[in-house]
């Protein structure tokens, strides 16, 4: 006997599960007998040599034996019901389940209610039936809960809904011509709706399964909860009808749409412009909120993001989430029926309060919340703050605020503007100690101003305006309007702390520009006007006879 060759690559093991012919399978019986019991559980597969003493040998191919199964044969290993459940798990289980119960099948049960159009009935815990009471005879006794109730099975159940019972299996017959000419005419016809299903409702036609959309059940179906529909009749409209009664659509949309705008109409009756009701938020989107009147039959009105809150910054998803309750203004209905309401109008402004406790040219203390490179912003008190612009913060030239000031630094400052309409507050840093007694002077184009200066060079005085804080205390007085002498050493004509005085000749934001010669040349042509009409005054004696005559006027 040969001995077996040396096992071949992975990648050229070929694993069969079956014998592909008898003949194969009778050549394997023994050696897979011998190889039972072996460690690794494989058997080699061996090929008839060729008669020829040259002929090269044939590979040998090895084979994965199939290792016995627990359950029934062919299943896949662990599958059986000794095997864990997590191994049952993976178990492939049939494409549709079996039903419990089949159509035609007599059964019984025990009956757990009794509706006004049906009988629920509980099928030994295995389902839970419906039977329509319309099925019944006058003179049938109608069951009480709990007696024993015996019927055909009408419906499995197995799509969804309920196991629909009968005692008249021939009754769907009857049932489809009038609901075919029911879909030809648009006319009403009524049925039970005996389970929730995928996507809708399961309705039965005096025996007809017929299916109703979720959009054909309720004008809001994703907050619709149809459980609470099962066992009721209801008028539906046939949409469509096919198969010869196999495939039909029912649909309840144009009589709830029909409600909805009588409801509507007489809602509207109900309202006034400038009525207080309590609203209920339904859905907020960016642009606002829909919010539900109950007092008003539901009807849905609208918050524009405007009128949500006083803040215009502030974010609507974070005022109000659906489910939120409470009071609104009815600030308009218009002749489509609209409804606009306002929160704003019923919550007090707190800028309007805060106008007068924080006036212009009253000190603060304050935290900076926010370091932008344009300025910081100061919280004066919860939800309102203001910004003190980075040309306000020193008297020096800088870049960027957060060299100056950081988050959450305590920070006192002073109201320049307050602006409730477009809810901006303008700060700046107090003044300096020593400075706090300086008279305040107003920085107007062609005024005088008093100023102090800090520093002289040849292009000008950089000067210092008393009583003024922020980028309009910092003037400047270019060179040729010191008045001087061109050439003159402004630094030894102009000492560092002196006062002078100039006019301001221009204003670049908010920066003024000043001029020593010009506030001379007006008090020069001042001094010329008041002369001239002193001269005018003292000339105005008139003649020796005027003079005469207003004497003896006299």
Do not use: C
Request: glycine share 10%.
């Amino acid at each position: 006997m040969t001995e077996p060759s040396s096992p071949p690559p992975a990648a050229a093991v070929e694993v069969t599960a079956e014998p592909r012919e008898a003949g194969e399978a009778e050549h394997r019986a023994p050696t897979d007998a011998a190889d039972s019991g072996s460690d690794d559980g494989d058997a080699e597969e061996t090929t008839e040599a060729d008669a020829s003493a040259d002929a090269p040998k044939k590979k040998k191919r090895r084979r994965k034996k199939k290792k016995p199964t627990s359950g029934a044969e062919g299943a896949p290993e662990g599958a059986g019901p000794s095997a864990p459940p997590s191994a049952r798990r993976h178990h492939p289980r049939p494409a549709m389940e079996r039903a419990p119960f089949h159509v035609g099948e007599e059964t019984f049960g025990k009956v757990t209610a009794v509706l006004d159009t049906a009988i629920m009935i509980d099928l030994s815990g295995k389902a839970l039936a419906i039977f329509d009471r319309l099925e019944m005879e006058p003179d049938d006794l109608v069951p009480s809960v709990g007696d024993r109730f015996v019927a055909r099975i009408h419906n499995d159940g197995l799509r969804g809904g309920l196991v629909v019972m009968t005692r008249k299996p021939l009754r769907e017959e009857e049932a489809k011509p009038r609901v075919e000419q029911a879909h030809k005419d648009g006319a009403l016809i009524q049925g039970l709706v005996t389970g929730v299903i995928k996507g809708g409702v399961e309705v039965d036609i005096d025996g007809l399964r017929a299916f109703a959309p979720a959009s054909g059940m309720d004008l809001h179906p994703g907050n619709a909860n149809f459980a609470g529909l099962v066992g009721q009749r209801l008028d539906f409209k046939v949409a469509d009808y096919k198969s010869q009664g196999r495939d039909v659509v029912v649909t309840r949309r144009p009589m709830l749409e029909q409600e909805a705008r009588e409801r509507r109409k007489h809602a509207l009756t109900l309202l006034s412009e400038g009525q207080v009701l309590e609203g209920v938020v339904r859905t907020v989107v960016e642009w606002g909120a829909f919010v539900a009147l109950p007092a008003a039959e539901g009807l849905e009105g609208l918050i524009h993001v405007s009128e949500a809150s006083h803040d215009p910054r502030a974010k609507l998803a974070e005022l109000m989430k659906p489910g939120d309750r409470f009071d609104v203004k009815i600030t308009k209905v218009d002749e489509r029926g609209k409804i606009w309401l306002s929160r704003k109008a019923l919550v007090e402004d707190p800028w309007a309060a805060a106008k007068l406790k924080f006036a212009p040219g009253t000190r603060h203390a304050g935290k900076v919340t926010r370091v932008e490179k344009y300025g910081a912003f100061v919280e004066l008190e919860p939800g309102l703050e203001g910004m003190v612009h980075v040309s306000d913060l020193s008297f020096e030239r800088v870049e960027t605020a957060a060299s100056l000031v950081s988050v959450g630094q305590d920070f006192d400052v002073v109201v320049v503007d307050f602006d409730v309409h477009a809810r901006r507050i303008g700060l700046q840093p107090p003044p300096p100690p020593g400075r706090e007694n300086e008279e305040p002077q107003r920085i107007v184009k062609y005024g005088s101003v008093k100023a102090e200066v800090l520093k002289a060079d040849p292009a000008g005085l950089v000067v210092r305006i008393l009583g003024v804080m922020g980028r309009a205390a910092r003037g400047f007085v270019p060179a040729g309007q010191t008045g001087t002498q061109r050439g003159t050493d402004l630094r030894k004509h102009f000492k560092q702390g002196a006062i002078i005085e100039a006019k301001i000749i221009d204003l670049d934001r908010n920066e003024p520009k000043l001029s020593i010669r010009g506030l001379a040349e007006d008090e020069e042509k001042r001094a010329t006007k008041e002369y001239r009409q002193k001269l005018k005054a003292e000339s105005s004696f008139g003649t020796l006879g005027d003079l005469l005559a207003k004497r003896l006027s006299k």
